[in-house]
C-alpha cells in the first residue's frame, strides 16, 4: 500500500463544476503538498499546507491533521484546470526533504 | 534565471551510452532536489543536495548514478552504462534553505524526458 494515497484516479468534468480530489496518507507529516502537472511534464506548486486550509483564486486546499487527510477543491472548473494533480507529503522528521507522491490525479474539464 | 531550468528536454539513447541531465535552479536557492517519474507513477525521490553536498542520495537506485552541485548551483545527474529500465522523466526541484519543519515551497523545472532504446 502506499504511504499516498489520491482518490479518484481520473476525474471527468463539464466546465463550471465543482471538483474535489481527496489524498489520504499514512505517515507522520511536516507538511503537505499540491503540484499541477501539465502534459510534457513540468511541475507548478500550488499550495504547501500543515494545517487548516489554504485558498488561491479558485483553488482551496484543506487538511485535517488527525485523519490523515486532504482535500484539494476547484470552483466553477474550466478546461485550462486539466491537468494531473499530485499530493506529496514531507514526512516529519529529520528527512522532510524526501517527498513522498501520490500517483497523481488526472482532471479533464471539457467545454 | 527566473525558474529552473533543465536540459536537454529530451534525450534518446542506447542501451549502454552514458548521459548527464544537467539542472538550473532558481538563484539563490540552496536546496536543490532530483527526482525520476516514471509513466503512471507520482515522481519518486532520488538525492538532495543542500549546497555542494549530496546531504541524503539514498534514492538513487545503484551506482550507475550520480549526482553533482560542485558550485552549489548547477547540478548534474550522470547515468552511467544507460538501461532501458532507466527510461523516464527527471525532475529537478530547489528550494529557499529548508526550514525545521519542511522543505519550504518547491519550484520544478520542465523534467528531462529519457528514452533507453
Known amino acids: 500500500k502506499n504511504e499516498v494515497e489520491q482518490s479518484p484516479q481520473n476525474l471527468t468534468a463539464q466546465e463550471g463544476e465543482f471538483i474535489t480530489i481527496n489524498c489520504s496518507y499514512s505517515v507522520g507529516i511536516s507538511a503537505l503538498h499540491w503540484l499541477q502537472q501539465h502534459p510534457g511534464g513540468g511541475i507548478v506548486s500550488l499550495f504547501m499546507?500543515?494545517?487548516g486550509k489554504k485558498k488561491h483564486g479558485r483553488l482551496i486546499a484543506t487538511i485535517n491533521i488527525q485523519e490523515k487527510h486532504s482535500s484539494l477543491h476547484i470552483t466553477a472548473s474550466h478546461p485550462r484546470d486539466s491537468a494531473v494533480y499530485i499530493c506529496?507529503?514531507?514526512?516529519?522528521?529529520?528527512?522532510?526533504?524526501?517527498?513522498?507522491f501520490g500517483k497523481g490525479t488526472l482532471l479533464t474539464v471539457n467545454p | 534565471g527566473a525558474g529552473v531550468s533543465q536540459t536537454p528536454s529530451n534525450k534518446v539513447t542506447e542501451k549502454g551510452k552514458y548521459v548527464e541531465l544537467r539542472c538550473d535552479p532558481i538563484?539563490?536557492?540552496?536546496?536543490l532536489y532530483w527526482y525520476r517519474q516514471s509513466l503512471g507513477q507520482g515522481p519518486e525521490f532520488l538525492i538532495y543536495?543542500?549546497?555542494?553536498?549530496?546531504?541524503?542520495d539514498s534514492g538513487l537506485p545503484n551506482d550507475r548514478f550520480f549526482a553533482v552541485r560542485p558550485e552549489g548551483s548547477v547540478s548534474t545527474l550522470k547515468i552511467q552504462r544507460t538501461e532501458r529500465g532507466d527510461s523516464a522523466v527527471y525532475l529537478c526541484?530547489?528550494?529557499?534553505?529548508?526550514?525545521?519543519?519542511?522543505?519550504?515551497?518547491?519550484?520544478f523545472g520542465e523534467g528531462s524526458r529519457l528514452t533507453v532504446l
Open positions: 526541484a530547489s528550494s529557499l534553505v529548508p526550514g525545521l519543519q519542511n522543505t519550504g515551497e518547491l519550484f
Open positions: 538563484s539563490g536557492h540552496t536546496a
Open positions: 499546507l500543515s494545517s
Open positions: 543536495f543542500q549546497g555542494t553536498g549530496a546531504a541524503d
Open positions: 506529496a507529503v514531507s514526512p516529519s522528521g529529520g528527512s522532510n526533504y524526501k517527498l513522498t
